[in-house]
């Protein structure tokens, strides 16, 4: 197995995971819908002025029930994402140690279950991933206020009102969605790092799927090689993978050298209109990618604006 196979193999189990995980996600919100909408429609008259909305407390009332469900939602998501987790963790580990099998005569590599149960159930902000997901109550209750209160000043229908609401929790979903699939991508990386240094492997590989979908970042860093101790680069929605670097692999050609093959036409597909313009006028790929340390994530990356590069900072 190449460790482009190895890569694949795991980016397939991810994005498998990390489907299930937004079904189930899903479920969850529709059924904060519907129990929102029922209560809207069961409490509100459509002659309920604005200021009997006030006078009879409905408001206050409301928000305390949303941001109620909301907490009990919020319990929900981190089991949903802590299994996810633990499931794209343990299967990591389990094909890992084929994988060194196959590359390595002497592997005997078995997972820290400690460094296993650390990484499941937290977000890499270190905290409980219930405690992050806790924060959506106060942005929807705020939100959701302001809807109300609109709705009514405009003497709108229940079911417009109820609308209003909908989206609003809507807005929550997404969020949810987007911080399950980036700390699911945080766990797996932290653990494969982790599980790397257990066999004294003292760098990994950055794959990319280099596809239509993959960022210019992406394609950037595929192939390149990083000591374990600098934190794997990530970005939302990201979908790459780490690879041990092993004696026994040969040369990985880099996202640069794959995307200098490309036909044009592909290569317009990915860089736009105007930045293809500028790489047939001699423009790097490395150009259009910047980067910046954190603290916290460490050496990251990102597209340079377009602004940036007209002015000849190429």
């Not at 009332?61 to 949903?80: A, C, G, M, Q, Y």
């Not at 977000?123 to 924060?135: D, H, I, N």
């Not at 280099?210 to 595929?222: A, E, K």
Request: net charge positive; aromatic share 10%.
């Amino acid at each position: 197995m190449t460790a482009e196979q190895f890569a694949k193999l795991q980016r397939d189990f991810l994005i498998k995971t990390e489907k299930r995980s937004a079904i189930l996600l899903d479920a969850e919100f529709a059924r904060l819908k519907r129990e929102i909408t029922e209560y809207l429609f069961q409490n509100l008259s459509g002659s309920v002025s604005l200021e009997n909305l006030y006078r009879q407390n409905f408001l206050d009332n409301f928000l305390d029930i949303l941001t109620e469900k909301v907490d009990i939602l919020s319990s929900s998501f981190s089991r949903v994402v802590s299994r996810t987790q633990g499931d794209v963790i343990n299967f990591t580990s389990g094909e890992l140690k084929k994988y060194l099998k196959l590359k390595i005569e002497s592997s005997i590599f078995s997972p820290d279950r400690e460094a296993i149960r650390h990484l499941i159930g937290r977000a890499f902000e270190g905290k409980s991933l219930q405690t992050v997901f806790k924060r959506m109550k106060q942005p929807v209750a705020s939100r959701a206020r302001i809807e109300l209160i609109e709705g009514f000043a405009l003497g709108e229908s229940n079911a417009a009102i109820a609308k209003r609401i909908s989206d609003v929790t809507g807005m929550a979903r997404y969020r949810a969605l987007v911080l399950s699939r980036n700390e699911t991508q945080m766990s797996y990386r932290a653990a494969s790092t982790e599980f790397y240094a257990e066999n004294d492997i003292t760098e990994y590989r950055f794959l990319s799927a280099l596809d239509p979908r993959s960022c210019l970042v992406c394609w950037r860093l595929h192939g390149t090689k990083w000591k374990l101790e600098v934190k794997p680069h990530i970005h939302v929605g990201c979908r790459c993978c780490v690879v041990p670097v092993l004696k026994s692999d040969g040369e990985i050609k880099t996202g640069i050298e794959h995307f200098q093959s490309l036909e044009t036409g592909y290569q317009k597909q990915i860089l736009g209109t105007k930045r293809f313009d500028l790489y047939q006028n001699g423009s790097s790929l490395e150009s259009f990618v910047g980067a910046k340390k954190s603290k916290e994530f460490g050496q990251n990356y990102f597209v340079r604006n377009l602004s940036d590069l007209s002015l000849g900072q190429t």
